[in-house]
């Protein structure tokens, strides 16, 4: 996010830890002040340039931003529980604009041998939960050199799979 921000893009993002939003600017040492909405705690970069919301991400709707033409998932639906997931998509594509680009970060592996979180989620379920309205396309797929665990990493089969959606219209 901090590396989009240096080249000139606005950054929203939503994170539900307030640790990783304080995180986020000092580590990448930008100057930043907060205030306190109804449902959100916002971080946010004295150039107004990058807004992070600390709470809950179902609570974010077009009344607090305008709808997203871009998003950069790097996480969010592989800490999802399988349950979880189904809401927390059909609530993302009601916050996006009609032409919309989104690249997903997702792991795909062997569930018996490390159960999550992150979570596998294979190009069955990223079809079953976008593809009525996505187009889909795997950009890249590359062993992560990281493993959870010894069973993982013995097994290697732990991936990285990187996808582009698109809305269809």
């Known amino acids: ?18 640790i990783a939003c304080e995180q ?13 909405l109804s449902n959100f705690k916002l971080f946010k970069s004295l150039d107004d340039r990058i807004k992070l919301y600390n ?4 609570k974010m709707n077009r009344d607090v931003e305008k709808p997203f033409g871009y998003v950069w998932d790097r996480g969010s639906l592989v800490a ?17 604009g009609e032409k919309f680009k989104y690249l997903m970060d997702t792991y795909d592996y062997d569930q018996n041998l490390y159960p999550g979180p992150p ?13 009525e309205r996505c187009t889909i396309d795997l950009v890249e797929s590359k062993m992560h050199n990281r493993p959870f665990n010894k069973k993982l990493q013995e097994s290697n089969s732990l991936f990285n799979k990187l996808y582009f959606l698109k809305n269809k219209n």
Do not use: C
């Not at 999802?80 to 916050?95: A, F, Q, S, T, W």
């Open 24 to 36: 986020f600017f000092t580590e990448n040492s930008i100057n930043y002040k907060i205030s306190t």
């Open 55 to 58: 709470g809950d991400f179902f």
């Open 119 to 131: 979570h596998s989620v294979r190009m069955e379920e990223i079809q079953k939960l976008y593809g």
């Open 1 to 18: 996010m901090a590396w989009l921000w240096t080249l000139g893009h606005e950054i929203v993002g939503v994170e539900f830890s307030e």
């Open 80 to 96: 999802l529980p399988k349950d979880l997931r189904i809401r927390y998509v059909e609530h993302m594509l009601g916050l996006l």
